[in-house]
């Protein structure tokens, strides 16, 4: 059984690392997919353009959710994760081929939203899926840290992605970056996605769902609807944090902190770094501690610490300080990240927790994450404030802190 479940996570993970790497380089290319694809307006419009197809992919993921999840609850968790990389990597390298306006016109953009909605519908049922398989795969007393792996692949991912366009934009000429450059780390993502399938077609059924397909438990009626509106309230903060941290601080460092394009990823790759290091020692602590006080102190860190930091990076701080600040940013998210897949996923029961912690989970993503680039770049376009991103992550952070702090404490309870 040790065996089978070593292989099995590690299959999990390294999927998932190639799953967040597909999803998350638009980010960091966002700049560049502006100017391509939105030309004809002036350059904050653009980039809003290009963030606003960035949360599109956002929309469609309460639908993959739902239906991928839904597969994984009746069909086994491993069928779901080998649908999930598939349609993942055909948005990738549907993006990475796409011709530009100025090649086919107006068609283009609309191609690129289509891209984008494969991709969010694929991630819609990856997070909620590779999570349910790689909690319920963990031995009694280690749902935490087995759990923080999930989340440490993601950050893995993001770290793919972001250490691949900063290696673009140091190797290549801007001109370069931005005639082809900008497509190789999509065109990449076709290259890697058959690494991920081989290793999850060739994994097992955790045993926990093995379990519940033989003696299921069926969710009251109206309940699941009930525990995915918990999920979404207390996924608010994490993905808000995420998104606002690691998809747009690239593009504000350059904007407001004096960075070129290359420091900018290169120092987000920094915070990546920290994040994916911290969070299994966050999760594995989460197992001795509980899950709350951790996800209690991120919550309250981010009201606190939000602004003062921003306002580090705007005052003219140098790059050094700049990926302190990440570092810290990173430190404040490894708190939720480390004990939030067991803690989330502990607020389902197996027979339907892929289904509605798959709904949860990406409502919020949707609603409050996916869009987090784009408000962020709207707020300090209606404000004039550099600072104003920091107003959407404390509302995030209160939100989260009064769901968190209605939750009993599970980390010490079996898994249902």
């Known amino acids: 059984m040790n065996l089978e479940r070593t292989k099995s996570v590690a299959a ?6 190639l799953e967040w790497y597909d999803f ?53 968790r491993k069928p779901a994760l080998t649908a999930t990389i598939l349609l993942m990597a055909v948005g990738t390298v549907g993006i990475g081929i796409l011709p530009d306006r100025q090649a086919i016109g107006t068609a283009a953009p609309l191609l690129l939203v289509l891209c984008r909605f494969i991709q969010g519908f694929s991630a819609g049922g990856e997070w909620g899926s590779s999570t349910a398989f790689v909690v319920e ?11 923080s792996l999930q989340q440490a692949s993601v950050c893995g ?17 801007p001109d370069q970056t931005d005639d082809w450059g900008w497509r190789i780390p999509f065109l990449a993502g076709g290259v890697l996605a ?26 009251r009626p109206g309940s699941g609807w009930m525990l995915a509106a918990k999920a979404c309230g207390f996924t608010t903060l994490w993905t808000v944090a995420y998104y606002t941290m690691l998809g747009f601080i690239p593009t504000f460092t350059q904007l407001f902190a004096g960075l070129g394009a290359a420091q900018a990823l290169w120092s987000n790759a920094a915070g990546l770094l920290v994040l994916m290091a911290l969070i299994p020692a966050c999760g594995a602590l989460s197992d001795r501690i509980g899950r709350k006080p951790l996800l209690l102190s991120g919550c309250i860190g981010f009201i606190l610490l939000s602004y003062p930091l921003f306002l580090i990076m705007v005052s003219g701080a ?13 430190a ?34 949707a609603v409050f994450g996916g869009f987090a680039p784009y408000v ?17 992550l404390i509302a995030a952070a209160l939100v989260s802190t009064v769901v968190i702090a209605g939750l009993r404490e599970s980390a010490h309870d079996p898994l249902g």
Not at 376 to 392: K, M, N
């Open 376 to 392: 962020a770049t709207g707020l300090i376009a209606v404000t004039g404030s550099p600072l104003a991103p920091t107003y959407y």
């Open 12 to 17: 999990a993970a390294i999927g998932n690392v």
């Open 157 to 173: 991912g993001l770290l793919l992605g972001s250490v691949s366009a900063a290696l673009i934009n140091t190797w290549l000429t």
């Open 332 to 365: 404040l998210i490894a708190l939720f990240s480390g004990p939030g897949p067991a803690a989330i996923a502990e607020i389902f029961p197996t027979s339907g927790r892929s289904t509605w912690m798959s709904a949860g989970y990406s409502v919020a993503t």
């Open 137 to 147: 795969w963990a031995p009694a007393g280690r749902r935490g840290f087995f759990g």
């Open 194 to 219: 058959p690494v991920g399938l081989y290793l999850r077609r060739n994994v097992g059924e955790p045993p926990a769902f093995r379990a519940v397909r033989t003696l299921p438990t069926p969710l």
């Open 24 to 76: 998350s380089i638009y980010a960091y290319a966002a700049g560049t997919i502006g100017r391509k694809f939105f030309p004809d307006v002036d350059e904050t419009a653009s980039l809003l353009a290009a963030f606003a197809a960035f949360g599109v992919g956002f929309v469609v993921r309460p639908i993959g959710g739902i239906v991928i999840g839904r597969l994984g609850d009746l069909r086994g």
């Open 318 to 330: 140098t790059l050094r300080v700049v990926v302190l600040v990440q570092m810290a940013f990173a």
